[in-house]
C-alpha cells in the first residue's frame, strides 16, 4: 500500500475524517493492543524511528502522549505555559501561588503535609487507565469516602444528617408503592406473581409496617442511641415529604451516589491528586518546558511549527499533538480549516470553583464524620471532608466544590465573588453544619477555574452532560479530527469527559492516529 | 445516707433490681459525667481507694473495666482463659493456631505484615466509645469499604454486578409508583402537589423516560465503556425483576447498607482490628493473667472468691465484673441467685463462620474492585475484600462470612463443614465470581466460633435482633443486675449487641454499679 504521507494526511485531515483514519491504520496493518484492557495500551515498538512531536500542555493528556510516544522511539518535546506540571490536576500545598484573572494573588499557607485537591479529587475505581499509570509508577492509592450518611444536608435552612433524608425518603416511596399495590392499581398491569413479590420486598426494603406503612426502624438514624444495659435505641420520628424535597436544589443529593462515575466509595493517590501526573512526569522530565505558552500553531509543510514563550522561540516537529482545551485553542493564532475553526468556538465551559480550610478535624471528633460529602442550598453547594489521616491534628476542609450541583447558576455566581466573601460563604455554612465551629477554619483560598490563565474551566460541557452517552454531533466529531500532522487530545475528546481517564483515553485515539500516519509516511 | 455496704448490695442484687441501683446512685451523689459524650466516661477519681476487683475476660469489655477500675484507683486483676487478649476480636496471623472443638487445629502461614480479622473487622463512625478508646491510645484508623457496587451478587447460578442488581431495582420499583401515580391510583389518599413533587422526583431517581418507563442511563452500569474520541458508552438493557429477585437469600444484600451500623464505609484500625484492645491491654499488662480459665465463682461474705487456672488457684476481691457470655457463664459453677441461673440459660448466640486465604490481589486487577463485600446463595454467604494497601502484591480475602445473610440455616451448616470442605465451598464461590482465580487463594484457614473453646459463639441473638430496638424482657433484664459484689458485662448486655462498642459501653454501667458500691460502702 503505497500512499504517501502527504496524501494520507489531507485523506485524514480533509475528506473521510476519523473513521477514514482508522480505516488507513487498519489498511496498513498497524495493531495496536486494547482488547487486554486500555490499560495495557502500548504502540509497536521502534514506530517513531526518530520522528519528531511537539505535544502542547503537560496536563494528563500531554504527559500521557509524551510517556508513549517517547516509549515507541519518538522524540518528544512537551511545550507547558505554567511553571508546574499536571494542568487541572493541581494539589495546592504550602507556598503555592493562586493566580485568578481579575483577583488578588493568594499564597497558600497549609501546615507541612497538608494538601488541597483544587482540580479532579477522586478516581472511580472503574478508570483502569489512569489507575494503571499510577500503579505502573508506583503512585499508592487508598479510599476516597464519597458518600457519608453522617454528614449534612442542608437545604432551606435545615440541616438533616444524610442518613435521615435518604431511608426517610426511601421508606416514604415504598410506602406509596405499597399503598397503590394494596388498592389494586397495577393489576393487569403487572403479573400477579411479580406484584406480590415485590410488596413482600417492599416491607424489609422500605421498612413497612405491618399496615404497609414506613416505620422508621433505625435505618433514618435515632433520637436516643442505643447504649449499655437498658438502654434502648428510639428511631427518629419520619420527616414529612416537604422536608424531604423543599426544593428542586436538593434532587442531586439524592442521586449522586448514583451516577456511575460517582462511587460510596472511590480512590485517591496517597499525598494528593497531582501524584500521577507527577509520577508520569518524572518518565519525561528532560522532554518538558514550562513556562513555554503557545502563542501560535503553524503548518510548514508537512511537518508542524510552534510559536511560544518564553519570548518568541519557535519548535519544529514532524507531528503535534495538541491538548489544550477548545476554549483556549479557540483563541490561539493557527493554520487550521474553516470547519475546525468553526467548531472549536462556542464549546461551553465548566467554570467550578473550590475553597479549600485548614482546620483541626471537629467533623471527626464533634460528628463521627470521616471522609465524605455534605450538601447545602447555599452558593458553596458541596463540602468534602478528609479521607485519609483519620484521627490526624489538622486537615484540609474542601467547603465549596461549586459545580452546579444544586443550582445551575452557582458556578457563576460563585466565582463571581471576591476571595473573601467565597471564604465567607463557606464559613456560614460551615457554621450551620457544624453549629460554634466555623471559627475554627483558617487558611482558606478559593479556585475559580473559570478565572484561572490557562485553565479557564475545568472542562467541556457537552450536550450529553458529564459522563453521559448522548449523541455528541457533528461539533464534536470535527474537533477528533486531524488538521495534518496535527492530532488533538484532551478530556474534552473522550467519553470519559471532566475526568482524567478522558484524557489519558483521547491521548491514546490521538497517538494511534500519529502511529498511523508514521507508518504510512515510513511505507 | 446510712445504708451499709451489705444492705445496698442485697438491695440491689435481690430487691430492687437494676433501677434501685441507679436511684442508690443518684441517692448517693454519685456524680459520673456522661452529658459530653459516652467516650468521655470517668469513674469519679480515686473512688477506688484501694479496693480490688477482679475481672473475668480480657475480652473488650474486661480490658475497658481494667482501664478505668485502674485510673479511678482500684487493684485489678483480669482472669482469661486463653494464651492472648482481645476475646473474639482476634486477628489472625503467621503461625496463629486456631484451635476448634472437633476439629484439627489451624496454623496461620499469611505472609508478613498480612493479617485476618476473624472476629470483628469494621467499626460504625458513630461508635464513639471504642474509637474514643483508640484515638485516646494512638491506634490509627482507616476507611473499612463496606459496599462496593463493582462487587458481584451471586444469586440463583448467576452473577451479576451489585450496581446492576441495585439500580435496576430502584429503576423498576420507580417505574411502578410513576405507573400508579400516573392512573391516578394514589388520588385522594395524597396530596395533589405531594403526588406532583413525587413523580417529579421520580424521573431522575428511577431513570425514568418520558413514558414513565424505567430506562437504564449508566448508573446499572455499562456493556461498552465510554473511551476516548468516538466511542459513546452504551448501557446495560434492565433485567426482568425474576433476575433482581430471584429468591428471599437476596434481600439482605439489598438491605445491607440501610442498616443503621453497617454503613457504606465504617473504620478500621490500621493493623489488625486487635489493636484497640492491645493498646488498652498496654496500660493494664501487669494486671492480666493469661491461661487463667475460671472455674467456680463464689461469693465469700460481702467478697467474691474466683477458682481459676493454671492449676487450683483463688483470687479474691471486693468485687468482680464478669464479662463471660451467658453461654459460657451457664455453665461454670457458682452462687448465683436462682432468677440468675434461670435467666443465664437458653440465650442464644450467633456461631457465626470465617474464612481467610491469601491471594494475589486479582480482584482489584481484574474487576476494578477495592475493598467491599461480595454476596451470595452459597453456603459462604459474604466475601470481603481488603480495605487497604490497594496495590500491594497480595492480601487476604475473606471469602466467607456465614452468619445467616442469606438464610439463617447457613450457619449451623457450613460450621458443621469439615476445615477442608469450608475452605471447597469459597473457592467454588470464588470460582463463580472470579472466573479462573479460584487457583490463586491460598493458605486458607476458617473460624467457626461455635467451636471455639472460651467464646462458643460470637454473640447473643436477642429477639430483636442485632442492632435493633425491641423490649427485650425479664430474661435480659435480670440478666443485667449484680449478684452482690459481682457485676456483669459484655455485648451481650447492651443495646449495641455483636459490638465492640456494645462491650465498652456495658462495662461503663457495670462500672457504675461498682463505684456505687465502693461509694455505699464506705460511707
Known amino acids: 500500500m503505497a500512499l504517501t504521507r502527504r496524501a494520507l494526511l489531507e485523506h ?21 493492543p486494547t482488547a487486554a484492557g486500555a490499560e495495557n495500551f502500548k504502540l509497536p515498538g521502534g514506530s517513531g524511528d526518530g520522528r519528531s512531536v511537539v505535544i502542547l500542555g503537560a496536563g494528563i493528556s500531554g504527559l500521557v502522549s509524551a510517556y508513549e510516544l517517547k516509549r515507541a522511539g519518538y522524540r518528544v518535546t512537551v511545550l507547558e505555559a505554567r511553571d508546574r506540571i499536571g494542568g487541572r490536576a493541581w494539589s495546592i500545598r504550602n507556598g503555592d501561588r493562586i493566580v485568578q484573572t481579575g483577583r488578588p494573588d493568594q499564597r497558600a499557607s497549609f501546615s507541612p503535609g497538608l494538601y488541597f485537591n483544587a482540580g479532579p479529587a477522586r478516581i472511580p475505581s472503574t478508570h483502569r487507565v489512569i489507575l494503571g499509570y499510577a500503579r505502573k509508577f508506583g503512585v499508592g492509592l487508598e479510599t476516597f469516602v464519597n458518600v457519608n450518611r453522617n454528614a449534612g444536608w442542608d437545604f432551606g ?31 393487569g398491569q403487572v403479573s400477579k406473581d411479580e406484584l406480590a413479590a415485590v410488596r413482600r420486598f417492599l416491607v424489609p ?21 442505643g447504649g449499655g444495659y437498658a438502654q434502648a435505641p428510639v428511631p427518629l420520628p419520619r420527616l414529612a415529604f416537604n422536608d424531604l424535597a423543599p426544593s428542586p436544589a436538593v434532587t442531586l ?29 518524572q518518565q519525561v522530565k528532560p522532554s518538558v518546558r ?49 470547519a475546525k475553526k468553526a467548531a472549536l468556538k462556542g464549546v461551553n465551559y465548566l467554570a467550578s470553583v473550590k475553597v479549600g480550610f485548614e482546620a483541626p478535624r471537629f467533623w471527626e471528633s464533634d460528628d463521627n464524620i ?11 453547594e458541596n463540602v468534602i471532608y478528609p479521607s485519609n489521616n483519620f484521627g490526624a491534628a489538622r486537615g484540609v476542609l474542601v467547603a465549596a466544590y461549586v459545580a452546579g450541583w444544586t443550582n445551575r447558576d452557582n458556578p457563576q455566581k460563585f466565582a463571581g465573588y471576591g476571595n473573601e466573601q467565597r471564604l465567607e460563604v463557606c464559613r456560614d455554612s460551615i457554621e450551620a453544619l457544624h453549629p460554634g465551629r466555623s471559627k475554627l477554619l483558617s487558611k482558606g483560598v478559593s479556585v475559580g477555574w473559570g478565572l484561572v490563565p490557562y485553565s479557564e474551566g475545568v472542562g467541556a460541557l457537552w450536550p450529553d452532560g458529564p459522563g453521559g452517552n448522548g449523541a455528541r454531533g457533528g461539533q464534536y466529531a470535527e474537533l477528533l479530527k486531524p488538521e495534518g500532522p496535527i492530532v488533538f487530545a484532551g478530556e474534552h475528546l473522550s467519553y470519559q469527559g471532566l475526568w482524567q481517564e478522558g484524557a489519558a483515553l483521547s491521548a491514546h485515539e490521538a497517538l494511534k492516529l500519529v502511529a498511523a500516519m508514521a507508518k504510512a509516511s515510513a511505507a
Open 157 to 187: 435552612g435545615k440541616v438533616q444528617r444524610e442518613r435521615r433524608m435518604v431511608e426517610d425518603m426511601r421508606g416514604q416511596l415504598g410506602e406509596l408503592l405499597a399503598k397503590a399495590i394494596d388498592a389494586h392499581a397495577l393489576d
Open 12 to 32: 485524514i485531515g480533509t475528506v473521510g475524517g476519523l473513521g477514514a483514519a482508522y480505516l488507513a491504520m487498519e489498511a496498513l496493518g498497524l495493531a495496536i
Open 370 to 380: 470521616f471522609g465524605g460529602l455534605a450538601w447545602t442550598d447555599r452558593a458553596n
Open 290 to 338: 514550562l513556562r513555554s505558552p503557545v502563542t501560535a500553531i503553524r503548518r510548514s509543510g508537512d511537518r508542524v511549527r510552534i510559536e511560544h514563550g518564553p519570548g518568541s522561540q519557535m519548535t519544529e516537529a514532524d507531528h503535534c499533538v495538541c491538548t489544550l482545551g477548545a476554549n483556549l485553542l479557540e483563541k490561539i493564532p493557527n493554520d487550521f480549516s474553516p
Open 253 to 281: 443529593p439524592y442521586l449522586f451516589e448514583h451516577i456511575w462515575d460517582m462511587q460510596s466509595t472511590m480512590l485517591q493517590p496517597v499525598g494528593g491528586m497531582d501524584r500521577i501526573a507527577h509520577a508520569i512526569y
Open 205 to 225: 426494603y422500605a421498612s413497612l409496617d405491618d399496615k404497609g406503612r414506613y416505620a422508621p426502624g433505625g435505618s433514618s438514624g435515632w433520637s436516643v442511641d
